[in-house]
């Protein structure tokens, strides 16, 4: 059985910055991608990362202000969180794909983490 393990969310101030990172176990994986979801909303794509190649991938609205990256020997990843709006305000899941492949599709994972809350404040 897969478990992913988030940790890192909290309360910070626009502009301000924070990590989040997100331990695995179980099982190979070959793609983690990072979602967040808001109050009333869908769960939304924000960043994901190849195990294999460190390829990585981006929504538009985090672009250039969040980083994810990997290490593959303490088979964790990390989300690093900088310039951050009020918008950004979600509870923010770890989630892993047992197939290589696309990586922006909620609906391809196959594991997800119990999520960690970032709050924004304004």
């Known amino acids: 059985q897969v478990q992913l393990v988030e940790s890192g969310g909290g309360l910070v101030q626009a502009g301000g910055s924070r990590g989040l990172s997100c331990t695995t176990s179980?099982?190979?994986?070959?793609?983690m991608g990072w979602f967040r979801q808001a109050p009333g909303k869908d769960r939304e794509f924000v960043a994901a990362?190849?195990?294999?190649?460190?390829?990585?991938d981006y929504s538009d609205s985090v672009k250039g202000r969040f980083t994810i990256s990997r290490d593959n020997a303490k088979s964790t990843v990390y989300l690093q969180m900088n310039s951050l709006k009020p918008e950004d305000t979600a509870v923010y899941y770890c989630?892993?794909?047992?197939?290589?492949?696309?990586?922006?599709?909620?609906?391809?994972?196959?594991?997800w983490g119990q999520g960690t809350q970032v709050t924004v404040s304004s």
């Open positions: 989630a892993a794909r047992i197939k290589a492949g696309d990586s922006n599709n909620v609906r391809l994972y196959d594991y």
């Open positions: 990362i190849n195990w294999s190649d460190s390829r990585t």
């Open positions: 179980g099982r190979t994986l070959y793609v």
